[in-house]
């Protein structure tokens, strides 16, 4: 069975430099979302919400930095366990940041995309309007962050995908590592078994015509995991050896 193999280019040259200039590109952008969100948080009678939206989501994203560069102090001598509970926290902290600015960009989308164009064109109907550098300035950073998300989002799907596609080629191949491995120590056995069968005729061709002392046993390797004592046998002209197990 073929196994689609996914690979997500996280460690290509350039890509730490990118991260960085993302970083930095936030950043700056939160900093115009604190600033434009000030100035006009008055200036838009005709939805209220848009400048307060703005600001919000310029400090909600100072936040999720600030939690995301925050550790604790090492020089701090603690407990394993209060580490582990302060680990705990500021990784629930990060995750109710990140859902907050996700529902947040929903609402924020809501309200600059319902009144765009009714501010744009003068807002029809209402005495009050609502200055359009903010209307325009809340849609370009709307969906910037739209843009990002989806970004965020793909990266994710990719790493989930590529992890699981590995987990089955490694449960794929296990079979085949282990019938490797079996094979392996197979040969290595009948190699050894060759080698003392050689070691043994060689042993009986230096010993042929010698006879040893009556009475004398020796202990010679039978080709077994365990030794033999040779006897030998009287009344023979030549040298003969009964081999026993030694049990």
Known sequence: MAIPYCVVPICVPGFATLIILLVLGLTGLGVAKIVMGAVYLDECEYEPLVPIYVLVSGCSGFFTVLLGRLKPNKDIQRSKQSKSSLDK???FLG????????????????WVFGNYSDVMNGCPGSPNCCEKSIIKFAMTVTIIDLIVYGLILFVLVCICVSVICQAVKVKDSAPGVEAGIAGSLKQNMKHNQRQLRAKMTT???ENK????????TEVRPTGRDVYGVMTPVSGTGNAAF??????
Do not use: D, Q, R
């Open 89 to 91: 926290f500021l990784v």
């Open 95 to 110: 995750g109710l940041a990140a859902v907050f600015s996700f529902v947040w960009l929903i609402c924020g989308s809501v």
């Open 203 to 205: 042993m009986g061709k």
């Open 209 to 216: 015509g010698v006879t040893p002392e009556p009475g004398k």
């Open 242 to 247: 009964v081999i026993s197990n030694g049990h």
